[in-house]
């Protein structure tokens, strides 16, 4: 079986052919061009998916909240203009007759995770991914946790400030405002007045200026916040955390030193890791699922 997995973020579509093994072969990325909107969007999906041959299934992993039974958008924020209500899957069937799967994108990177990566054996866990926001997943008994309307896990919309910055939700004083990765560079570049992004941030030349240290380690507390409330809620044996910046041994490790001081003694047993996967485990998380339609 050929099925070619897509990972769609806010900046690029990553793609690769994966087989019966779950093996992944001929990767490939292109600019997401998210402001053309989600039609546009689609149909860029589509011309890719005409370059192969031989293509029996397609599966997608993509930003905004997603019913992935009929594989609809059932809302993003503006983002990818004119994503919501987009039915990709009835789209994608129809121009290339090939069955299709699409899942949101930090549900995909959990199942990936749980098959193949930092949480394979585990019946219960949380994953969250730090990027340009922040996104959730509840992985409860063997399988995913969605919700009403498959909307769980907007970790990243919790209020940790309120009356605080306005988010690209309408919301104030939302998690990702102040942890997500975006968060990170806007405040070291605010502070610093330089034009910095996460990679550079890490350098050894601006990591170890105490401006940016300094701009750092806040971050890592507003991470540790949002971290704090949701075992308090959920009381998770694992949490899997993912996104480009869980690469930077800095900040697992901080996290890891801190967060243990500030819970109560019997939430303390919960594991905090990183994501074994990185980038393949939508990939993976999605193939996994299209292979059984």
Same mark, same amino acid.
């Given at each position: 079986?050929?099925?070619?997995?897509?990972?769609?973020?806010?900046?690029?579509?990553?793609?690769?052919?994966?087989?019966?093994?779950?093996?992944?072969?001929?990767?490939?990325?292109?600019?997401?061009?998210?402001?053309?909107?989600?039609?546009?969007?689609?149909?860029?999906?589509?011309?890719?998916?005409?370059?192969?041959?031989?293509?029996?299934?397609?599966?997608?992993?993509?930003?905004?909240?997603?019913?992935?039974?009929?594989?609809?958008?059932?809302?993003?924020?503006?983002?990818?203009?004119?994503?919501?209500?987009?039915?990709?899957?009835?789209?994608?069937?129809?121009?290339?007759?090939?069955?299709?799967?699409?899942?949101?994108?930090?549900?995909?990177?959990?199942?990936?995770?749980?098959?193949?990566?930092?949480?394979?054996?585990?019946?219960?866990?949380?994953?969250?991914?730090?990027?340009?926001? +922040?996104?959730?997943? $509840?992985?409860? *008994?063997? &399988?995913?946790?969605?919700?009403?309307? @498959?909307?769980? %896990?907007?970790?990243?919309?919790?209020?940790?400030?309120?009356?605080?910055?306005?988010?690209?939700?309408?919301?104030?004083?939302?998690?990702?405002?102040?942890?997500?990765?975006?968060?990170?560079?806007?405040?070291?570049?605010?502070?610093?007045?330089?034009?910095?992004?996460?990679?550079?941030?890490?350098?050894?030349?601006?990591?170890?200026?105490?401006?940016?240290?300094?701009?750092?380690?806040?971050?890592?507390?507003?991470?540790?916040?949002?971290?704090?409330?949701?075992?308090?809620?959920?009381?998770?044996?694992?949490?899997?955390?993912?996104?480009?910046?869980?690469?930077?041994?800095?900040?697992?490790?901080?996290?890891?030193?801190? +967060?243990?001081?500030? $819970?109560?003694? *019997?939430? &303390?047993?919960?594991?905090?890791?990183? @994501?074994?996967? %990185?980038?393949?485990?939508?990939?993976?998380?999605?193939?996994?699922?299209?292979?059984?339609?």
């Amino acid at each position: 079986m050929r099925i070619l997995t897509f990972d769609i973020g806010g900046t690029s579509i990553k793609y690769a052919i994966c087989d019966e093994n779950f093996t992944l072969t001929e990767r490939n990325s292109t600019p997401t061009n998210a402001h053309l909107g989600g039609q546009q969007l689609v149909l860029k999906l589509i011309s890719i998916i005409e370059s192969y041959d031989n293509i029996d299934r397609v599966a997608i992993s993509t930003t905004g909240q997603v019913d992935s039974e009929n594989g609809i958008v059932v809302y993003s924020t503006g983002a990818i203009p004119y994503y919501t209500g987009m039915m990709v899957k009835k789209i994608i069937e129809n121009k290339t007759g090939i069955p299709t799967y699409v899942e949101n994108d930090v549900n995909a990177f959990a199942m990936g995770e749980a098959m193949f990566g930092a949480a394979k054996g585990k019946s219960d866990f949380l994953a969250l991914t730090y990027g340009g926001g +922040i996104g959730g997943a $509840l992985y409860l *008994n063997n &399988k995913l946790y969605k919700g009403m309307g @498959s909307s769980a %896990g907007e970790f990243g919309h919790m209020i940790t400030h309120a009356g605080g910055k306005q988010c690209v939700c309408g919301g104030e004083g939302c998690y990702e405002c102040y942890a997500s990765t975006n968060a990170l560079v806007e405040s070291v570049n605010k502070k610093n007045h330089t034009k910095l992004d996460a990679f550079d941030i890490f350098k050894k030349e601006n990591f170890e200026k105490p401006e940016i240290r300094s701009c750092i380690d806040l971050w890592i507390d507003e991470m540790i916040i949002g971290l704090i409330n949701i075992i308090y809620v959920f009381n998770p044996p694992l949490i899997v955390l993912g996104g480009g910046i869980m690469n930077e041994d800095y900040v697992i490790d901080l996290i890891d030193r801190k +967060i243990y001081n500030q $819970l109560m003694d *019997n939430f &303390k047993d919960v594991n905090i890791v990183r @994501s074994r996967l %990185g980038n393949d485990a939508a990939l993976l998380g999605v193939a996994v699922e299209a292979s059984k339609l």
